[in-house]
């Protein structure tokens, strides 16, 4: 009989069959790097205890992931460490290897004789061609688990949302049965050897090709320091955060996205503690829209979206009417590296751009208004979606993320937004300006405020 949790079940899905072998479940950690509040590791161990196998973490490390740099290695490989020591704790050994997974994987399973390969889900372009390349190559079978949304993406919808409106009930009709506790991984009661040595992380980090950005220091990376925080948002932030969020000089948001992208929070579990929190109703239905419906959005988004980073990826409306306005004159027109270096003649952007560089962090209000700008402030819609993806991803330490694509897909190129009043340039994609920001916060004060 199968004596699986059908909660983990049913957030798992064959990506292809095969024989499996006689040695141990593998689990190839990929997005949801951390040991509790795991779906995939926990469906990984259900399958290895019902057909009696140990259980192996995997974790390919490229030198050259593309548009990671030191500053991303770093938070992601420190916390390394803490996951290594957490999975021995429960006779699970975690395996680094240097290098590309779809190049890795299909050898390493064989030596080891594995059982079956698990892994986590992630809509992005390149792990979904991993993927699609380990399906042809693996002769064992190739489970995904989605660990990362409440509700498992290709359960929520099968199509690309046009918008929260759309995505919203969906995920409302299935949300009480997917929001649950989750339990807890066991100490697992086989071990083997795995077929060779595990890379140390200090050594990895000293691979890796990009070094231009440094590393932040005000955020520290791990699993315990992402459990603080978020424990500390629900004791301080959450109260007044549907209030406080928009404004960036009142710290109103969590702060809580570095931890979410390199999975070591689980997002079901801030939902959780969220939901069960005291916190005033408006405040938890206000974070719950954005932690959930959002992000869960950006998911869908990227995941039935094959151009999501790029001009075609734009709603029709918003298509036709950037190329309406493609030949209008700008005002002003700035190239990558003189935008990457905060050389504007805006005061404000300029201190996001800095905000960004320094903190690897810029509240999301500003985001939105720092890639409307870029539009604004470039040759063509393609330039100005290109310059936003290229610097929001090598400064951010969240970004590379589903939902920097569609934040800056929405600020650009009006995805899950709607026609507004026409202008030159945006055409009817919303606009912002300064004097709006004015009347939202404290221009002068965030500027004063960055750096410092
Ligand atoms: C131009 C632009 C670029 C962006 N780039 C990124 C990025 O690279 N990485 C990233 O994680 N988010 C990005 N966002 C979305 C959003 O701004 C951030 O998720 C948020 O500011 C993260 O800070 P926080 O955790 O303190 O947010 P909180 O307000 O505390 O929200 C909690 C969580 O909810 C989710 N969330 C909040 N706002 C959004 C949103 N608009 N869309 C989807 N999910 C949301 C995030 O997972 C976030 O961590 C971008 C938005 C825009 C407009």
Known sequence: MDRRNPDSHRRCRCLSPGRTGAGPVIYWMSRDQRLKDNWALLWAQE????????????FCCMRDYPGANLRHYDFMLQAMAELGQGLRQHNIELVLLAGEPAALLPAYVEQSDAHALVTD?????????????????????????DSHNIIPAWVTSD??????????????????????????????????????????????????????????????PGAAAAAQAAEAFLGKGLAGYALRRNNPCLAGQSGLSPYLHFGQLSAQRLAW??????????????????????????????????????????????????????????????????????????????????DLMIR?????????????????????????????????DRYSLDGRDP??????????????????????????????????????????????????
């Open 273 to 354: 503690l969220v939901r069960h929190s005291t916190a005033a109703e408006q405040d938890r239905e206000a974070f719950l829209e954005e932690l959930i419906v959002r992000r869960e959005l950006s998911d869908n988004f990227c995941l039935y979206e094959p151009d999501y980073d790029r001009f075609a990826g734009f709603p029709r409306w918003a298509r036709t009417t950037l190329e309406a306005h493609r030949g209008d004159q700008r005002e002003y027109s700035y190239s990558l590296s003189q935008l990457e270096q905060a050389a504007t003649h805006e005061a404000l952007w300029n201190s996001c751009q800095q």
């Open 47 to 58: 399958e290895a205890l019902l057909h009696h196998k140990p259980l192996q973490v995997l």
């Open 121 to 145: 889900f992630d809509p992005l372009r390149i792990k979904q061609l991993w993927k699609k390349q380990l399906a042809s190559r693996l002769k064992v079978p190739l489970f995904e688990v």
């Open 159 to 220: 199509k690309k949302e046009y918008a929260a409106y759309t995505i919203r009930p969906k995920i409302n009709r299935l949300l009480d049965d997917y929001l649950t506790d989750i339990p807890r991984l066991r100490i697992h009661p086989l071990t083997c050897a795995p077929p060779g040595p595990s890379a140390a992380p200090a050594e990895l980090l000293k691979t890796v090709a990009d070094r231009q950005t440094g590393p932040v220091s005000w955020l520290k």
């Open 360 to 392: 690897g962090k810029l509240h999301g209000y500003l985001r939105m208004y720092w890639a409307k700008k870029i539009l604004e402030w470039t040759r063509e819609p393609e330039e100005a979606l290109e310059y936003a993806i290229a610097l929001n």
């Open 403 to 452: 939902n920097g694509y569609t934040g800056i897909a929405w600020s650009i190129g009006g995805v899950h937004d709607r026609a507004w009043r026409e202008r030159p340039v945006f055409g009817k994609v919303r606009y912002m300006n300064l004097a709006g920001c004015r009347r939202k916060f404290d221009v002068e004060g965030y500027i004063n405020s960055v750096g410092r």
